[in-house]
């Protein structure tokens, strides 16, 4: 009798980890603090605690844990060895993830540093970064 690997519906298991993240921020949006009917970007959400919880801090500790989920269901879904770029150093996605969000930290200090807020130029050279690094890397 031949042994066969289990058959994983994928449409389904993305289809969950995507409603799963969908639902954690939509609760985010709903528990953001509000002031005259819109959301109040920079008060806390949880008042009088002991950290500045406020929605943009939230909504980036999101975009990294849906970065981790995807990564992870690309990692079991499309198995891959690492390859040499440019560093001469074996990568995974992983590890190219790792490189970009290490790098897109250094090149918003920079930014402050140099030209000081906003960062919405910053965040855009980061996602040029993230590019490249993921496709040279």
């Known amino acids: 009798m031949k042994m066969t690997a289990?058959?994983?519906?994928?449409?389904?298991?993305?289809?969950t980890a995507a409603g799963i993240m969908g639902a954690a921020l939509a609760a985010l949006l709903i528990a953001a603090p509000k002031?005259?009917?819109?959301?109040?970007w920079f008060a806390p959400m949880i008042p009088?605690?002991?950290?500045?919880?406020?929605?943009?801090?939230?909504?980036?500790?999101w975009v990294i844990a849906s970065l981790l989920v995807t990564?992870?269901?690309l990692a079991?879904?499309?198995?891959?060895?690492?390859?040499?770029?440019?560093?001469?150093?074996e990568t995974t996605r992983g590890d190219r993830l790792f490189i970009s969000l290490l790098g897109s930290g250094f090149i918003?200090?920079?930014?402050?540093?140099?030209?000081g807020p906003p960062l919405w130029g910053a965040t855009a050279l980061c996602l040029v970064f993230a590019a490249a690094v993921f496709r040279w890397v």
């Open 6 to 15: 289990p058959r994983r519906n994928w449409t389904a298991i993305t289809l």
């Open 48 to 61: 009088g605690g002991w950290m500045a919880w406020t929605l943009p801090i939230a909504l980036f500790f």
């Open 108 to 115: 918003h200090l920079i930014w402050l540093f140099f030209a």
């Open 71 to 73: 990564m992870t269901l």
């Open 35 to 40: 002031k005259d009917g819109a959301i109040d």
């Open 76 to 89: 079991i879904r499309y198995p891959e060895t690492p390859r040499l770029g440019v560093l001469r150093i």
